[in-house]
């Protein structure tokens, strides 16, 4: 069976087009993968890149775009809603078809000895890959930022699992890891009130005692007059995208906001959609092959409202066609 693994790498940089641009030449043109997916946000700042391919296609297509963000990028002057460590955030590897996570894990340990030795960036293993507890939970790993990372990187407990330890002047830091397949998915509201968003986001996640699986932070989405929570399902078979929906449209009456859109950044399932669309047809499931799978996703989106959705989003569909079936 022919492997076949995603990776998402996350780059500080949602502007610049030029810049952007010359980050995606590498998985252009690099035989073994294909660029599924890419979106970028000029208030989060930050370019979502979606490939999947052979794990060696895919190690060389990244290490060179990590090459050309680390020139291209300087977080001396960077500012955007999105936290971040470095000029590439963060490099997540997910298997999909014929790959272990156990495979998982050690391509990703490939890679961040590669970014820390031959491109000198400190590089932390979190998420499956993580060499300590503390690492797992990448939000723990970032808390600081580029900023706080120069004092940061210097505490015993965080000295980098690759690379130099002190952060590169321009290019800070960047996480690798191998995780399950994630859900990026934000929900903008009518309210531009950005504390108003953020406390949803703290009643909404897990760690304010809310949906289990579930990240969430508030993101103020200035050009709009709107603010955003932005959040990140980590296991969609547990933690649903309706589940999350709902419960930010019930938090946010309190603050009299209602939803006017939503967004899903990069790749989804096509499971996601089949449980979520079952929620708003009041259906106990939708079994795979029974509603036909575009008009399956047309009516999920119309139900969450979200905007910009594109077919080649959903994972299985976009994969079945690059293999031709």
């Known amino acids: 069976m022919k492997k076949i693994m995603e990776c998402v790498p996350n780059f500080s940089e949602g502007r610049n087009m030029e810049v952007m641009e010359a980050i995606l030449e590498p998985f ?9 997916d890419w979106s970028h946000d000029e208030d989060h700042n930050r370019m979502v890149v979606t490939l999947v391919g052979e794990p060696e296609a895919l190690k060389t297509s990244v290490i060179e775009a ?8 300087d977080l001396n002057h960077h500012t955007g809603q999105h936290p971040r460590m470095g000029a590439v955030d963060v490099i997540p590897f997910v298997p999909v078809k014929g790959v272990t996570q156990e495979e998982a894990i050690e391509l990703s340990k490939e890679v ?18 993580a060499t300590t507890p503390e690492r797992q939970n990448l939000a723990k790993i970032r808390k600081g930022q580029f900023e706080g990372m120069k004092e940061k ?20 830091v960047v996480a690798v890891g191998a995780r399950m397949f994630l859900v990026a998915y934000n929900v903008n509201l009518d309210d531009p009130n950005v504390d108003h968003a953020t406390a949803i986001a703290k009643r909404v996640r897990h760690i304010g005692g809310g949906l289990h699986f579930c990240k969430g932070m508030g993101v103020d ?7 955003q929570v932005s959040m990140n399902l980590t296991n969609y078979k547990k933690t649903a995208i309706y589940r999350a929906h709902e419960m930010v449209r019930m938090e946010a009456k309190r603050y ?40 399956m ?19 299985e569909y976009k994969l079945a066609k690059q293999q031709g079936k």
């Not at 990590?66 to 990028?73: H, Q, R």
């Not at 989405?221 to 603010?227: I, K, P, V, Y």
């Not at 006017?260 to 669309?277: D, K, Q």
Request: net charge negative; glycine share 8%.
């Open 153 to 172: 990187i210097h505490e015993p407990e965080w000295h980098p699992d690759f690379g130099p330890s002190d952060i590169h002047p321009t290019a800070g």
């Open 256 to 295: 009299g906001a209602k939803i006017v859109g939503s967004e899903i950044i990069g790749m989804i399932p096509e499971e996601a959609l089949r449980e979520t669309l079952a929620y708003y047809l009041h259906k106990e499931e939708i079994a795979e092959g029974e509603m036909d799978l575009e008009e």
């Open 112 to 129: 961040g000895k590669i970014i820390g030795e031959e491109i000198g960036i400190p590089v932390f293993l979190y998420e499956d890959s």
């Open 297 to 315: 996703a047309k009516q999920a989106v119309d139900f969450l409202q979200v905007e910009n959705f594109q077919m080649d989003q959903v994972l």
């Open 28 to 36: 252009k043109h690099t035989e073994g993968m294909t660029l599924l």
């Open 221 to 227: 989405l200035t050009e709009r007059h709107q603010s």
């Open 66 to 73: 990590v090459k050309i963000a680390v020139k291209k990028i």
